[in-house]
């Protein structure tokens, strides 16, 4: 079955240090990969995903991913955290072969960045 | 550019009422589904469509119904509420369901069923 985790339940980050959010997938085929983020009482916001090619993907608000297959892991990054960043992300993942289309999302990390 | 919208926005319920989540989408997608999302367990889907008169049952389908009478809209209605459809849901659309697809969603409707 296919499944993402998100181990982490919250990161804390101070204002211009790097970030990361951890996310881990399994599935049976290849996998597309996604990173939404949620602010308060918001629909989600799509940030960036991997479909192939570059195992590292950059996306809106300076946030990029890596991708890395043996460690079935795509990790969403930034190089220095704003506090606007403080909200709700969500790995979310979808198998290649032709599916019913619908993602199967994380738990949730929320992030919180303080000054 | 108004993407995904939904209504209403907040809305209380009482045990055995029901009502209709609306939603409409202005891109001409072909996909659309429901989401709700409960706190600390990510979204799952309820259900979805892949075209106009045609829907299937997602993950946690029970209690809800569906219907796409056309390519822009897809209403979720709720029978005989109960305290467990309190939740916060999301409709959500794609050009296609297979691959890379990008799903955007809608802002989202609170609903308390008291």
């Known amino acids: 079955a296919q499944s993402v985790a998100q181990p982490e339940d919250q990161v804390n980050v101070a204002e211009g240090n790097p970030l990361t959010v951890k996310c881990t997938y399994s599935?049976?085929?290849?996998?597309?990969l996604f990173w939404y983020v949620q602010y308060p009482n918001r629909g989600l916001q799509f940030l960036l995903k991997y479909i192939t090619g570059d195992n590292l993907v950059k996306g809106s608000y300076g946030f990029e991913a890596e991708f890395n297959k043996s460690q079935t892991s795509f990790h969403l990054k930034k190089p220095s955290a704003l506090v606007s960043d403080s909200a709700l992300y969500f790995c979310?993942?979808?198998?290649?072969?032709?599916?019913?289309?619908?993602?199967?999302f994380g738990k949730g990390t929320k992030l919180s960045v303080k000054p | 550019n108004a993407g995904v919208t939904q209504t209403p926005k907040f809305r209380i319920l009482k045990i055995g009422q029901s009502m209709t989540l609306q939603c409409t989408q202005d891109m001409n997608h072909n996909y659309m589904y429901w989401y709700r999302q409960d706190p600390g367990m990510g979204l799952k889907l309820i259900y979805y469509s892949v075209g106009a008169g045609i829907t299937d049952k997602g993950e946690v389908p029970n209690g809800y119904n569906v219907s796409r009478s056309t390519t822009e809209d897809f209403p979720l209605r709720l029978e005989l509420a109960a305290p467990s459809q309190t939740s916060v849901y999301f409709c959500a659309s794609s050009q296609l369901g297979q691959g890379g697809n990008t799903i955007y969603f809608g802002e989202g409707s609170w609903l308390t069923v008291v």
């Open positions: 599935v049976s085929g290849n996998p597309y």
């Open positions: 979310a993942v979808r198998v290649s072969r032709r599916s019913q289309g619908n993602l199967i």
